[in-house]
């Protein structure tokens, strides 16, 4: 399509420069493109600024649900796609968004699509992570983003309900190894700070048995077998990932703080 479509566009970035530029070249549809930055001290903001229909926020870092919230009174229209730096609209999607959009039933305010992502430049098909759909693609007046400290998503306002796209979202998402697992050991630690804050009862033995159970979801359940090495790298990630979670939290609620870090109030 020649003419582009009305949709705002957010994202959050911070020392971003490595994807930010392909990715703002897959927004070349959206009519404006909201980027929040939060203390970036790489090229990633004067990047940015090269795109005519990127409009940047500075702004503190108030977690990420609290900053997409930023990104989100500042957009011009109601209806809101959100994506990562990391990720790009393949054009098969773009085409998909300019096809639906004039289009969507009254009883909609979201829509959600699967996520192609790649590890260490190659497409995980198994692990839970394909087609791993997530909703992006939403009307502000009716959606908001929950509290979750990690792995935030959307909440839609009842009685509206969610709709499907089928073309696939690209995330690039991990180019090494220590990337991978140095995310891992991040997840865990605001993992810990979730169950804190939703009132979680400390269970010692999940320290072990959530490792062990995160493993044989990925590996055997979700067949992370079939892709091979990566598969095998990923599922020990994930069990990594519970471990630090419940190591953290034992810290939590026994000492009121995380070992070797301090507790964000």
Request: glycine fraction near 8%.
């Amino acid at each position: 399509m020649s003419e582009k479509i009305k949709v705002s566009v957010i994202l959050i970035t911070k020392d971003e420069e490595k994807n930010i530029v392909k990715c703002l070249q897959s927004l070349d549809w959206a009519d404006e493109v909201i980027m929040v930055d939060s203390g970036s001290t790489d090229n990633t903001v004067a990047l940015a600024k090269n795109f005519e229909n990127v409009k940047v926020i500075l702004s503190e870092w108030l977690g990420f649900s609290g900053t997409k919230r930023v990104a989100v009174q500042h957009s011009a229209h109601d209806w809101v796609f959100w994506i990562d730096a990391d990720e790009i609209v393949q054009s098969s999607l773009k085409e998909e968004l300019c096809h639906i959009f004039p289009l969507i039933p009254a009883g909609v305010a979201a829509y959600d699509v699967p996520r192609k992502t790649f590890f260490m430049g190659e497409w995980v098909r198994h692990t839970g992570w394909y087609p791993g759909r997530v909703t992006r693609f939403f009307n502000k007046h009716h959606c908001d983003f929950n509290d979750n400290i990690l792995h935030e998503g959307i909440v839609i306002t009842h009685p509206y309900q969610l709709g499907h796209l089928k073309e696939d979202l690209l995330h690039n998402s991990y180019t090494s190894l220590h990337q991978y697992f140095d995310k891992m050991n991040y997840y865990g630690k605001y993992g810990a700070e979730e169950l804190l804050r939703k009132g979680k009862k400390l269970q010692g033995w999940k320290i072990v048995m959530s490792p062990i159970t995160a493993f044989l979801k990925s590996y055997i359940a979700q067949r992370g077998f079939l892709d091979g090495k990566k598969g095998l790298i990923i599922s020990i990630g994930s069990a990594f990932s519970h471990f630090i979670k419940y190591t953290n939290f034992w810290y939590l609620k026994k000492k009121g703080r995380l070992d070797g870090f301090e507790v964000e109030e």
